[in-house]
């Protein structure tokens, strides 16, 4: 399973862009990369998923440079609400069960 | 439309005691996957059910044990509960087969708490 490396911990202020980078060195190539979204006390929700190059959804966009060893959770001009622990995640699509493998994640602070 | 939803929402248990829960998943999907969260980690997959069979299982140990109903709810049972066993448990429910490239809609989470 590729190990992702993401940061622990991001601050950042309401309406800025927040860009989350996760490394995945060891990627292979059928693997695919997740994002999901946790909030306290909840169950992750899905945020994002791609292959190559860039995804974008209502809510994030995805960059995946041509080499796959990382990727980029881009946010749009975050509001408090987006306070949360973002995970990303590395799957491989042609595995017989779930392979979703999930770190301690990225915890985001969104302030006034 | 129904979300996935989790009973009971928290539980007190003693160590060595057995503990049920239990996840409906959301309408139309075949799938379900149990994940244990301790506090300050991420979730870790303990295993995955698709069409009433376990076909999937992480590095969890036999105590841990499951079932799929032919509605496609499930349990998931822990025997001899040691006091490690402490977290959130979480469901989540999928469409499509047991590919992990189908997205995952996960419950809120039974916690439970073993002294």
């Known amino acids: 399973l590729a190990k992702t490396t993401q940061p622990i911990s991001m601050d950042s202020y309401e309406g800025q862009e927040v860009n989350i980078t996760c490394s995945h060195n060891?990627?292979?190539?059928?693997?695919?990369i997740t994002w999901y979204q946790q909030f306290p006390s909840q169950g992750p929700r899905f945020i994002i998923q791609?292959?190559?190059t860039k995804v974008t959804n209502e809510v994030a966009s995805l960059f995946i440079p041509a080499d796959r060893k990382s990727s980029t959770l881009s946010l749009p001009r975050v509001s408090l609400s987006d306070t949360a622990v973002y995970y990303c995640?590395?799957?491989?699509?042609?595995?017989?069960?779930?392979?979703?493998?999930f770190g301690k994640g990225t915890m985001l602070l969104v302030s006034p | 439309e129904t979300g996935v939803t989790q009973s009971p929402t928290h539980l007190i248990k003693t160590r060595g005691q057995q503990v049920t829960l239990r996840c409906s998943s959301q309408?139309?999907?075949?799938?379900v996957s149990w994940y244990q969260q301790a506090l300050g980690q991420g979730p870790q997959f303990i295993f995955q059910?698709?069409?009433?069979?376990?076909?999937g299982r992480g590095n969890f140990p036999p105590r841990f044990s499951g079932l799929q109903f032919p509605n496609y709810s499930s349990e998931l049972n822990v025997n001899a509960l040691e006091l490690d066993d402490s977290a959130l448990y979480l469901c989540?429910?999928?469409?499509?087969?047991?590919?992990?490239?189908?997205?995952?809609?996960f419950g809120p989470g039974t916690r439970l708490t073993v002294l």
């Open positions: 059910y698709y069409r009433e069979e376990e076909n």
């Open positions: 060891n990627i292979a190539t059928n693997d695919y």
């Open positions: 309408s139309g999907h075949n799938t």
């Open positions: 791609g292959y190559k």
């Open positions: 989540a429910s999928s469409m499509g087969g047991a590919s992990s490239y189908n997205e995952q809609f």
């Open positions: 995640l590395v799957g491989d699509m042609n595995s017989g069960y779930s392979t979703l493998t």
